[in-house]
């Protein structure tokens, strides 16, 4: 059984990140008539109960989505995301949280497909019901790292993969770089998203550098940081890596990062970073 349980987690302003970032994705891919492919390699329950008393323990929600819940201001880009929020709150109070495989879901269209591993039994239940008798959505109990060479590369051609660790095993930012290699090896035009958590400056180096010596190109790196450098009694920035970004990802990111970072800051510690490490 894994220690790691997103509940813990949901609606944080990780989470907010992420997501946010993940409908620009998605609707970057949906605008080619072309079926697309989405695989979530660590892909957790689905939906978040906001009320469960694990997601009160830490209640990070109220730092996360409960800080953009109530705004009448949410930029253009960050719309799509607020609007799958909304579509798990009918009643208008902010109680269920979207994760990932949920939120790729709204995006499908009836000839793509979405792919979906998870390694915690009782989660992979929870998510496999949640989706149960959806023929565009599969879920299996099976390691998010194994999954990359188990469907790819997909027969549509194009499409997304979202490698979302829970970071709690050593040495997984030399895991995460291993299978990005092994993944890009086997499909090289796909468009692949790693979140990673921000660490110490030694560690953050460490990782670029092991990505940059993976030969790939085309990497554009999104990092949001809502505390001080240094700052280690929880978690203070996490970023998205993204390789074969979209046209026009990009900027939108540039538009949303300081509007997220002005919303979600403690006392506007912190900042955002958008940076190809590995251009065309
Ligand atoms: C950060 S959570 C995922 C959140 C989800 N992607 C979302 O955005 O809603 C990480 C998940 O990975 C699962 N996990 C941990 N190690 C895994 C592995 N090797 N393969 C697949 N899933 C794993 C954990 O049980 C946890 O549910």
């Not at 997501?19 to 605008?31: D, N, P």
């Not at 190109?217 to 993204?242: D, M």
Request: hydrophobic residues 40%; glycine residues 8%; aromatic residues 10%.
């Amino acid at each position: 059984m894994l220690a790691y349980r997103h509940l813990f987690h949901a609606g944080n302003f990780a989470d907010v990140f992420k997501h946010a970032l993940l409908t620009r994705l998605l609707i970057a891919l949906g605008k080619k008539d072309k079926p697309f492919f989405y695989l979530d390699t660590h892909a957790g329950i689905g939906r978040y109960d906001l009320n469960h008393e694990w997601a009160q323990k830490l209640a990070e929600h109220r730092d996360g989505i409960a800080r953009l819940w109530e705004r009448t201001d949410i930029p253009g880009p960050l719309e799509p995301y607020m609007a799958c929020v909304r579509a798990e709150n009918a009643g208008g109070r902010l109680r269920w949280y979207p994760g990932s495989p949920r939120i790729a879901r709204a995006f499908l269209r009836p000839g793509d497909r979405a792919e979906l591993t998870e390694l915690n039994r009782d989660d992979a239940n929870a998510l496999g019901k949640l989706f149960d008798g959806d023929r565009q959505v599969h879920v299996h109990l099976m390691d998010g790292y194994q999954a990359l060479k188990a469907f790819l590369p997909p027969k549509e051609r194009r499409g997304l993969v979202l490698i979302d660790s829970s970071f709690d095993r050593a040495r997984e930012f030399a895991r995460l770089t291993d299978a990005l290699a092994t993944a890009h090896r086997r499909w090289a035009s796909g468009v692949y998203a790693l979140w990673y958590p921000l660490m110490d400056g030694t560690a953050m180096h460490a990782f670029e550098r092991g990505v940059v010596a993976t030969g790939i190109r085309r990497i554009l790196k999104l990092e949001l940081s809502v505390l001080p450098e240094g700052w280690n009694e929880s978690l203070r920035g996490c970023g998205l890596l993204l390789v074969n970004p979209p046209y026009g990802l990009e900027d939108e990111a540039r538009k949303m990062l300081p509007w997220l970072w002005r919303t979600l800051s403690e006392e506007r510690t912190g900042g955002t970073e958008v940076r190809w490490v590995v251009p065309e």
